[in-house]
Nanobody, 122 residues
């Protein structure tokens, strides 16, 4: 069983910064892909950024150049550094991991955190 615990959300003024963290726990040997999604009110959940175990990253066009995703494989933790925040970045941010190697084998399902609110005021 994989559990994800997020932290770091909050209220910030436009132009400010926040750093999100997500720690995965359970009988985990390795995690292939870790990432962040977000969902604003009335909108679908969308990919923000992803990072593979090898360090390859992928960003949504709307955040490219402002957000940076990173991970600590030893701690099974993924981070999202968000700079130059805009009101349109306001959303609930969800941590996601998939292709996880655990004590019971490979898990190809998506695992989600509980979400953390990010609010950017204008």
């Amino acid at each position: 069983q994989v559990q994800l615990v997020e932290s770091g959300g909050g209220l910030v003024q436009a132009g400010g910064s926040l750093r999100l963290s997500c720690a995965a726990s359970g009988s985990i040997f390795s995690i292939n892909t870790m990432g962040w999604y977000r969902q604003a009110p009335g909108k679908q959940r969308e990919l923000v950024a992803q990072i593979t175990s090898g360090g390859r990253t992928n960003y949504a066009d709307s955040v490219n150049g402002r957000f940076t995703i990173s991970r600590d494989n030893a701690k099974n933790t993924v981070y999202l550094q968000m700079n130059s925040l805009k009101p349109e970045d306001t959303a609930v941010y969800y941590c996601n991991v998939n292709n996880v190697w655990t004590s019971t084998g490979w898990s190809t399902k998506d695992h989600w955190g509980q979400g953390t609110q990010v609010t950017v005021s204008s």
